[in-house]
């Protein structure tokens, strides 16, 4: 997919108040530095279309990018727990799982983990609650330049055996890089064909 535009329009922590045209979204969703700002600018070809850590930004918010005046790219906060009762259970952000139950837009959610890092639980966890609420997902492992080509392959193995403990199958994935654009024609690719169909 070739992108002609990318514009930034609107952030809100209500899911009431994204916009209300039915054009298709895709929410990008991960721990804080995952890697997210610079994977959504590396894709749109934007130096700071979203904002990158260390300057402040609408981290909290649900933000809402219109692509080539024909889809919305969502860039979501990061997750982490709400603890919601004295026995500990824990759940996700409210506006965070208002915005996933009650987005009727939302085509698919991409989850990011970083590929150094072991399965963390908080991720596993939020794959398991979309796979419940069965909201399609693709997991992106991002900062794929951080590891030679050996390692990737058996960081990537070791995560999907981990996943088979949860999953039949292994959820639809992609691995990026913001520096080298890995990943990024594939990316695309896949939005493009969902969109096409
Ligand atoms: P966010 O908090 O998820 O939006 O993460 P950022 O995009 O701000 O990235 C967090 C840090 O990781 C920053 O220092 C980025 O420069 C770095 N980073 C993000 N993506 C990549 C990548 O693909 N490769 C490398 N080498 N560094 C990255």
New binding site residues.
């Given amino acids: 997919m070739h992108i002609k535009s990318a514009e930034f329009v609107m952030s809100n922590s209500d899911v009431a108040k994204c916009p209300k045209n039915k054009l298709p979204e895709y929410a990008f969703i ?10 959504i ?2 894709l749109m070809q934007r130096k700071s279309l ?5 300057r402040p930004g609408k ?1 909290q918010l649900i933000n809402h990018f219109l692509i080539n005046k024909n889809w919305y790219l969502v860039d979501l906060p ?1 997750y982490g727990y709400a603890r919601v009762s004295k026995k500990a259970k824990k759940t996700f952000q409210k506006f965070i799982t208002n915005y996933f139950e009650k987005r009727k837009q939302l085509v698919s959610a991409f989850v ?1 983990v970083d590929c150094r890092h072991e399965p963390q639980p908080i991720d596993l966890e939020f794959m398991q609650y979309l796979g419940e609420g069965q909201i399609p997902f693709s997991i992106i492992f ?5 590891l030679k080509p050996n390692a990737l392959t058996r960081n990537i193995e070791a995560y999907k055996t981990k996943l088979l403990e949860q999953w039949e199958e292994i959820p639809n994935y992609f691995i ?4 080298n654009a890995m990943g990024r024609d594939e990316l695309l690719g896949y939005i493009g064909e969902i969109n096409q169909s």
């Fill in positions: 991960g721990r804080s530095n995952v890697g997210k700002s610079s994977l600018n590396m979203a904002k990158t850590s260390g981290t990061g990011l991002t900062k794929g330049d951080k990026t890089s913001s520096t």
